[in-house]
């Protein structure tokens, strides 16, 4: 579809943030758990219209406070049926295009909505191969610097090393090329609220998403993130220690009723709120590594998983996976902010 086009799209919640260029699976099962995903991914299948529905990110129950869900998402095209049965679904999928919701029937998160297409608005290069402005793109009078702040390459750079100075555990090296799908990348990849991500994911013209990314990034470490049952009180990881493990996004956990969880990964824990407990199994998400139960001292919840290389020559030899609708991101004690 083209930019402003106004389409009827079958919306599907989800728990996981959707962005362009994401390839990932999708698993439904006909069950109290994803049986209504399942019949009408059916009867898109089984129709005359193309294999695209919008994935909408349904917010955690803290969250639910701020917004009821996400008025935009990404459109999602069906690549490949892999395993089709009368009680089971998996699919191979990819996010496409961004949209945002114009219809004003919002009772319903099962629903096909009017939806407006959106398009990133690309930027001019400011500056030559030299590093010298071209004085054809000078916005008036300005700074250097401001001029600076108006060209996506070094907004780029200038995010690249806040994250290297932030979260030394994350390799932006590995991001995305490309401006646009690099902002994308830090929506699903670093740990902004729910607000922020909204904001950024309905924000069109380029400039202004990776600006307001680097404000945030400059903020990330006086935030850390709390269990969600015992609040900010239990500080669980600080942001400053999460750590990536891949190049494509964030890392999901996929439960057995088939949904996902988006997991923090960080490299180590607050041991003063957190315990792991259980043997060790081999049965794991990654290869290579076996993993223990982790729990919130305090409400004794389930928070996610300690991982353990089985080789000593593996790296990392230890890191932790943390469900991140069971955490909630706060400010730390020694910071206060009225910027959300």
Not at 186 to 211: A, C, G, H, W, Y
Request: hydrophobic share 35%; charged share 25%; net charge negative.
């Amino acid at each position: 579809w083209s930019e402003g086009d106004r389409v009827s799209l079958l919306l599907i919640p989800t728990n996981i943030i959707v962005i362009p260029g994401l390839m990932f699976p999708l698993r439904f099962r006909d069950d109290q758990h994803t049986g209504l995903q399942f019949a009408l991914l059916k009867n898109l299948l089984d129709g005359d219209d193309p294999n695209v529905f919008g994935a909408v990110h349904v917010p955690n129950e803290d969250e639910r406070l701020e917004d009821t869900w996400c008025d935009c998402g990404v459109t999602v095209q069906i690549l490949d049926v892999t395993d089709e049965s009368q009680s089971k679904l998996e699919l191979k999928c990819m996010g496409r295009q961004r949209y945002k919701v114009i219809s004003e029937e919002l009772a319903s998160r099962h629903m096909r909505a009017s939806v407006e297409i959106l398009e990133d608005h690309k930027q001019p290069r400011l500056y030559d191969p030299a590093g010298k402005v071209r004085e054809t793109f000078l916005y008036g009078p300005l700074p250097v610097w401001q001029h600076r702040l108006r060209d996506v390459f070094t907004l780029e750079e200038l995010i690249k090393k806040e994250i290297a100075l932030s979260c030394p555990g994350v390799d932006a090296d590995t991001a995305p090329t490309e401006p646009i799908m690099f902002s994308y990348w830090i929506i699903s990849t670093m740990p902004f609220k729910f607000r922020q991500r909204n904001k950024m994911l309905r924000e069109d013209n380029l400039i202004v998403r990776l600006r307001s990314q680097l404000r945030y990034l400059r903020l990330l470490n006086h935030f850390d993130y709390c269990c969600l049952e015992c609040g900010s009180g239990c500080p669980v990881v600080s942001c400053s220690d999460l750590m990536s493990l891949a190049s494509e996004g964030p890392f999901y956990h996929l439960k057995p009723e088939g949904m996902f969880d988006e997991t923090v990964l960080a490299s180590r824990v607050n041991t003063d709120n957190v315990y792991w407990y259980g043997t060790a199994t081999k049965k794991s998400t990654v290869e290579g590594y076996g993993r223990t139960l982790l729990g919130c001292k305090t409400c004794l919840k389930d928070l996610g998983w300690k991982y353990a290389a089985f080789e000593k020559d593996t790296e990392p030899q230890i890191f932790y996976g943390l469900k991140r609708k069971l955490l909630l991101i706060q400010a730390s004690r020694d910071y206060e902010s009225d910027d959300e």
